[in-house]
Each structure stands twice: as C-alpha cells, then as structure tokens.
C-alpha cells in the first residue's frame, strides 16, 4: 500500500502541465464550434409555426358547429312531424289547414337551415384538419430534430472546457491574463463547475476520472489560481511603463528635534579689590 507522498507524486505525474506557446490558436476551434452551432441553429430556425392554440380553438368550433346541425335537425323533425299529423282527411277543418300550412313552412326553414348548419360544419372540419395536418408537421420536426438542442448544448460545453484549458496552459507559462480578464472568469468558473461535479458524483474505485480537455480540474484550479496570485505580486511590463521609473532614494529630512542646549552665559565681570584702611 502507498503512503501519501506517493499518491501526490502519482497524481502530480498523470497531470503534466502543458506548454503555452505563442503560435497556438485557440479561437480556430471556437470559430469551427461555432459554425456547427449555426448550422444547427439556422436548421431548427427553420421549425413550422405551432399552432397548438388554433387546433384547440378549432375544435371548439366544430364542437360548437356540430351541436348548431343537431338542434336544425330536431326542429326539422319537429316539424316534419307536426306536417304528417296535419296532412290527409284530418286537414278539412279550417284550424287544420292552418296548422298544416305552418308545419310545411317551418319545414321549409327548418331544411334550409340544416342545409346551413352542414355547410358550416363541414367548414370547420375542414379547417380543424388543415391545422391538425400543421401540427402533425411541427411534431415531426421536433421529432426529427431535438438532438441538434442537446447538440448545441454539448459543444458549448465543449467550448468552454477548451477556453478553460487554453487560459490554464498559459498561466502555467506565466501569463494567466493571455486571453484577456474575461476569458480568465470564465475558465475559472468553468474549473470551479467541474469540480463540484466531481464533488457530488461518485467516482469508481475512489478515483477521479480525468474531463476531456482539462485533465484534473481541481490540479488546473489550482495552477491557475497560483499563476494569478504571483502575477499580482509583479507588475507587468506594461503596467510599469504606466506607472514610470521608481522614486529615486534621496534621503529625508529627519524630524527628529535637536536636544535643547541652553544658551553660553558670559562670565561674571570681575569684583573690585577691597581695599582695608
């Protein structure tokens, strides 16, 4: 069984760090990633209006047309009826004749308006199919092309795990800010999000698989974070011409006071003899 130091050294070797060179182009591969987006994106750009709403819309119509040619009928019926029980011998009263002519006019109507009732629902069916036929189309589509979402997708994500480890090879070389401040976020935040998935799933064995394109994330996050740190411990060439030529060491007066010195006093003027009679 290997000890700690071991395992370390293990996993420093499995994750060489990489070269930055200056002929190295990053953004080919964006430009390729993002024409196969735009491909994809111009197809699906492509997609038949829905129109889930109208097919809704249209079958309450023919529901509504459908009941219109019922209710004709039953008062055709009716009437139709009303016609049977009035014509013959039993129309020789003044009060028959009367309502054997009022059941033949409304049946009249009543035709009429079954005639009517038909015709519009025939038109709505009509209507109602076009727009089921319309919907059928978009579900076809969606059908046919709903990988191109999980596509694009998928290349973003790819996209950014090549940023991630272009800004990674450079701040390995010592020039974490090649690709400017925000690509160096971004490949960060990128680092920081493959880290916590390999936190929140179980690997087999107790290993970590390695990500296409980054290698180990938490040793990338790691290189990376130690390339920011010693490049904001040393000003760039740029950032010391901005701020010019160092101050040049000419000492400073010093503040601190001289000791107090009492002035000279002038020696006392001699005494005059004393003369003794």
Same mark, same amino acid.
């Given at each position: ?31 390729? #990633?993002? !024409?196969?987006? $735009? +491909?994809?994106?111009? @197809?699906?750009? /492509?997609?038949? &209006?829905?129109?889930? =709403? ?83 189309? #978009?579900? !076809?589509?969606? $059908? +046919?092309?709903?990988? @191109?979402?999980? /596509?694009?997708? &998928?290349?973003?994500? =790819? ?89 040049? +060491? ?28």
């Amino acid at each position: 069984m290997s000890s700690t130091s071991e395992q370390i050294a293990a996993a420093l070797a499995r994750a060489q760090p990489k070269t930055f060179a200056a002929t190295d182009d990053p953004h080919r591969y964006e430009q390729t #990633v993002g !024409a196969e987006q $735009a +491909a994809h994106r111009a @197809r699906l750009a /492509r997609r038949p &209006t829905d129109v889930t =709403r109208e097919v809704l819309h249209a079958e309450t119509v023919v529901a509504a047309r459908q009941a219109d040619l019922d209710s004709a009928r039953d008062r055709l019926a009716h009437w139709q009826d009303q016609q049977h029980a009035t014509a013959g011998l039993r129309a020789f009263t003044p009060s028959r004749r009367q309502a054997q002519r009022t059941a033949q006019q409304r049946v009249e109507h009543a035709t009429v308006a079954v005639a009517r009732a038909e015709h519009d629902l025939a038109a709505a069916q009509r209507q109602h199919d076009q727009l089921t036929g319309r919907q059928a189309a #978009v579900v !076809a589509f969606d $059908a +046919a092309n709903a990988w @191109r979402h999980q /596509r694009i997708d &998928t290349l973003e994500q =790819r996209l950014a795990d090549h940023w991630a480890d272009a800004v990674v090879a450079a701040a390995r070389d010592g020039h974490p800010i090649a690709y400017g401040p925000t690509r160096l976020r971004a490949a960060r935040r990128t680092l920081l999000q493959h880290v916590d998935t390999l936190n929140t799933t179980p690997s087999a064995g107790g290993t970590q698989a390695p990500v296409a394109g980054i290698g180990d994330p938490l040793r990338s996050l790691s290189d990376l974070d130690q390339a920011i740190t010693e490049a904001a411990h040393r000003p760039t060439p740029a950032l010391a011409e901005r701020l010019g030529p160092a101050p040049s +060491a000419a000492p400073r007066p010093s503040r601190v006071q001289p000791a107090y010195r009492s002035p000279a006093r002038e020696p006392p003027a001699p005494m005059p003899p004393v003369i003794s009679m």
